[in-house]
């Protein structure tokens, strides 16, 4: 095929990949945001009750940020006049573009798995919350914890499933209420996104070698 017509059309891709992705690192930035506000209560971040890996942000700086900045210049290459792209222009014109596309996009992918990862870990590992220890063997006290990991007698997988699949042990959690839900959806929800970035982001990987190769396509 001529160069303008290469198998996948780099600016008809970026077209539909850019804006997803802003899309998808808008909602990672809101998610994660949600997680420092139980239930929309500022006063658990104030006092410093959050869960580790929702401090750590990664739907901010890994699923948001980095894929927001990728999207931006995805979204631009896509939008750029015609004639821009043109074979007649001198290569200088497309090229670096394209180049820099698939650069973004690689960083995009590395914050999305790290949001991913992140997200994970803190979906298995539950929440912070305050819970009576005496439920775990702990004595009668009451405190701040992990209640889900630092289960006595129970190796991490049955304690995944117990957590995950056994809504009776959720009501452990006295405070914030509703902890583990909010927590399990939000979790559950960056994982969904960052997947779908890592997605978007290789494919874009992809289109933008084949747009500094092969050059942009036009419309005809």
Not at 60 to 88: C, E, K, R
């Amino acid at each position: 095929p001529s160069p303008q017509r290469v198998a996948m059309c780099v600016r008809k891709c970026s077209r539909i990949v850019g804006p997803c992705l802003l899309v998808l690192g808008a909602l990672s930035v809101a998610a994660n945001v949600l997680l420092l506000f139980p239930g929309g209560a500022p006063q658990y971040l104030l006092e410093g009750h959050i869960s580790k890996h929702a401090k750590a942000v990664p739907g901010v700086w890994g699923g948001g940020i980095t894929v927001l900045l990728a999207a931006t210049h995805i979204t631009a290459v896509g939008w750029h006049p015609p004639n821009f792209w043109s074979p007649s222009t001198p290569l200088p014109g497309y090229c670096p573009q394209a180049f820099i596309s698939a650069v973004l996009s690689k960083l995009a992918l590395l914050g999305a798995a790290a949001c991913f990862v992140l997200s994970g870990v803190g979906l298995t590992n539950g929440p912070l919350c305050f819970y009576n220890a005496s439920t775990h063997g702990g004595g009668n006290d009451t405190l701040w914890g992990y209640p889900f990991l630092d289960a006595v007698g129970q190796v991490p997988d049955l304690r995944t499933e117990n957590y995950l699949h056994n809504r009776h042990t959720w009501n452990i959690c006295l405070e914030p209420e509703g902890i583990v839900i909010w927590n399990t959806v939000l979790f559950s929800l960056l994982l969904l996104i960052s997947a779908a970035e890592m997605v978007l982001a290789s494919l874009q990987i992809l289109n933008g070698c084949l747009g500094c190769l092969c050059g942009f396509c036009e419309k005809k």
